[in-house]
Structure formats: structure tokens, C-alpha cells
């Protein structure tokens, strides 16, 4: 169904007088600033909702379950006369 990718699968996105469409379904998770904390890509057209928790359970175990490592800390340099 795709000239470049022989994966990809037609979906319907549920809208009358609208195309068919082809490809994957990408969710990216960013934080205010923009940055981007996960992102996922699924093959054809799964549902929205179900999706949600796995994200937040995916953010909340990378960053608000680590504690930081002792190395990560920034470094304060003594000046040098």
C-alpha cells in the first residue's frame, strides 16, 4: 500500500469525505519546556485512550524514580589566582 514502506497500512480516520490514509500513528510525550520525555510508534491505527497510561507510567519510572547519580551533579571549580 506504500511505495516506501511495504509496512505500512491503510486506516480510515473516521471523518466522512475523507481519504484514506496510510502509515503509522506516533505519540510524543513533552514536558512544558518542549522536551521531549518519550515517544512511541505504532503500526496501523490503534485507539488513543489506552495509550495514555502506559506513557505516564513510562515518564513517571524514568524520571521520578531514579534518584540522581552521584555523578551527575554539577561540579563547583575553585578559581585559581
Same mark, same amino acid.
Given at each position: ?15 466522512? +469525505?475523507? !481519504? ?5 500513528? *506516533?505519540?510524543? @510525550? ?6 521531549? $520525555?518519550?515517544? %512511541?510508534?505504532?503500526? +496501523?491505527? !490503534? ?5 495514555? *497510561?502506559?506513557? @505516564? ?6 524520571? $521520578?524514580?531514579? %534518584? ?14
Amino acid at each position: 500500500m506504500s511505495l516506501h514502506d511495504g509496512d505500512a497500512d491503510p486506516f480510515a480516520k473516521g471523518q466522512l +469525505g475523507k !481519504p484514506v490514509q496510510f502509515g503509522y500513528k *506516533a505519540q510524543v @510525550v513533552d514536558n512544558d519546556d518542549g522536551i521531549v $520525555l518519550d515517544h %512511541t510508534l505504532h503500526q +496501523g491505527n !490503534p485507539a488513543d485512550a489506552p495509550q495514555l *497510561a502506559p506513557a @505516564v507510567e513510562t515518564c513517571h519510572r524514568r524520571y $521520578l524514580t531514579q %534518584t540522581p547519580d552521584r555523578n551527575s551533579r554539577p561540579r563547583l571549580r575553585r578559581g585559581t589566582r
